[in-house]
């Protein structure tokens, strides 16, 4: 039976910072102003202070005395060691989610899965985007293994998912690949959730390295 893990306000705030960075809604190199995240959260300082000190930490943000924490730089020849380190982690985890998942867990992630398909078809790019994680986040939360899951967060902090999700057609065949996830999860196989995670995770990289050769080559040929 899986836990609801309560949150303190410093990892609310990083939670929704993460989903930010990771959505394209906060893009990379934008300096993130500690009082202004506060208003936005209705919150103080000191827990945006904290949070931001966490994601520093993670990779999400960079630290920089001059213009404050700023959202960390791409690096595309850093993510093809972290795609094989998600894959080796994540399905480890969506293992976990398919032995703990209960009744009510499979009732949150239909709803989730159900919201990042309803963003997409409204044209709502930057809510699929955040319902993605929102999604991913929860699926791998199941699993009760908060070691692992934030080594994935570290991961995902490399991870070029902003680009990914704004390929031509990606959000709607990732649509399908979360449908793939849930059915294993509800029919208890855990191989198949396995498979259905791996296959997800390559497929956009694939797309992204697919996308960047042929930007190179249209750049080339000019």
């Given at each position: ?6 949150k ?5 705030v ?9 959505s394209?809604?906060?893009p990379?190199?934008a ?5 202004e995240?506060a208003?936005?959260?209705?919150t ?8 931001l000190?966490?994601l520093v ?5 960079v ?5 404050g924490?700023?959202v960390?730089p ?15 982690l994540e ?13 009510r ?8 899965a159900?919201?990042f398909a309803?963003a997409?078809a409204?044209?709502d ?7 993605n994680?929102?999604f991913?986040?929860r699926?791998?939360?199941v699993?009760?293994m ?7 967060q ?6 070029p ?7 031509q057609?990606?959000v ?9 996830m849930?059915?294993?999860?509800i ?7 396995m ?8 497929a ?12 190179a080559?249209e750049?080339a040929?000019?």
């Amino acid at each position: 039976m899986s836990l609801m893990h309560y949150k303190t306000k410093e990892e609310q705030v990083a939670d929704f910072l993460r989903e930010g960075i990771i959505s394209g809604r906060i893009p990379r190199g934008a300096r993130l102003k500690q009082q202004e995240i506060a208003s936005q959260l209705n919150t103080s300082i000191t827990p945006v202070r904290e949070a931001l000190k966490l994601l520093v930490a993670e990779g999400y943000v960079v630290g920089d005395n001059y213009r404050g924490a700023v959202v960390a730089p791409f690096d595309i020849e850093a993510s093809t060691e972290v795609l094989n380190l998600r894959i080796l982690l994540e399905t480890q985890l969506v293992k976990g989610s398919v032995e703990r998942a209960t009744a009510r867990d499979i009732a949150e992630l239909k709803v989730l899965a159900a919201e990042f398909a309803g963003a997409f078809a409204a044209g709502d790019n930057e809510g699929a985007r955040a319902a993605n994680y929102r999604f991913h986040h929860r699926m791998f939360e199941v699993a009760n293994m908060p070691q692992t899951l934030h080594f994935v967060q570290i991961l995902w902090a490399r991870y070029p998912f902003d680009l990914i999700n704004r390929l031509q057609g990606r959000v709607s065949r990732a649509v399908e690949e979360h449908d793939q996830m849930l059915d294993a999860i509800i029919a208890s196989d855990s191989a198949s959730a396995m498979l259905a995670t791996r296959q997800h995770i390559e497929a956009g990289w694939q797309e992204l390295r697919s996308s960047l050769a042929l930007h190179a080559q249209e750049r080339a040929s000019r």
